[in-house]
């Protein structure tokens, strides 16, 4: 593992800008007679952290979908020192919140989602990375890419699910080319922009990053406002709250501070993704009950030593997210102004 932060950027790319490597893991399951990867039930093992937005958007479709019987999970713990072996498995005396934050029930041996990488490929050089989808029965990896997992999760399964879950379609007909429009800018620009945002290691690719991040998030208040909710493509809950959720529920927590993405805040910047974004959290259980605010908060700010050297954690905001009929003094204040 590399020692700093700095390492995220090619050390001969002068440009300083961040870019992300591609996904080693590109298998899939399907339903389908004779597949690779049959669609059964506990066959599979979902590895994820909580912390992580990637592996954030696996266990929220995994529970939209019905599929906690068929698929179990385990979580890492949510620090990841940038000098240790990566992605660590809690202990059976570590008591840490949430579901399965455990040591791992498939491989007894193991301590680290490495050791797994290298019992599937003892010559493997590439990333460790969550979310990581496990074949129990033939003890391979069969993606770590999280947008082709969720997409397995849609329909692989459904003739093992009951009809509520079966019917559920994440990724309807009629919305595909508005979904899929709408991914390509919201994964470049706001995804992964509060990463090109933070791990810049010049000042340009710090500015050009963190404009092309607000100009998108600018652009996905506008969408909101214009289909009208309450979901990003209205009135249907789809692919695209997924993927801007698990951005968005990190946003003030962790990103506007510790990725310096302070130009606007979403609880008194961006009044359509503030109510959306809290309707979701509060309002539809997979999504509340997947998102962990310590694991969050501590895995960014203890992980990142180049970041923040001492690994403090900041406090705030409080709360982690607000009420959904409750608005920061300011934006009150402004509401009040506006009833005159």
Known sequence: MTSSITHWVDPNDKSGEFKRGA???RSFISKKPGAEFPAEKDRYHLYVCYACPWAHRTLIVRKLKGLEEIIPFTASRACRLINSQGWRFATADEHLPGENVTPDPVHKDVTH??????KVDPEYKGRFTVPTLYDKKAGRIVSNESSEIIRMFYHEFDELLPEKYAKLDLFPPSLQKDIEESNDWVYNDINN??????FATTEEAYL????????????AEATLKLTGGPYFNGAQLTESDVRLYTTLVRFDAVYVQHFKCNVRDVRSGYPALHAWLRRLYWDVPAFGSTTQFEHIKNHYTKSHRQINPFSITPLGPLPDILPKDEEVRAVEEALKGAKK
Do not use: Q
Not at 113 to 118: A, G, H, T
């Open 208 to 219: 050009k990053n963190v404009a092309t991040l607000f100009n998108a998030l600018d652009r």
């Open 193 to 198: 922009g509060v990463y090109k945002s933070g």
């Open 23 to 25: 996904s080693a893991f």
């Open 113 to 118: 989602l490495r050791d797994i990488y290298f």
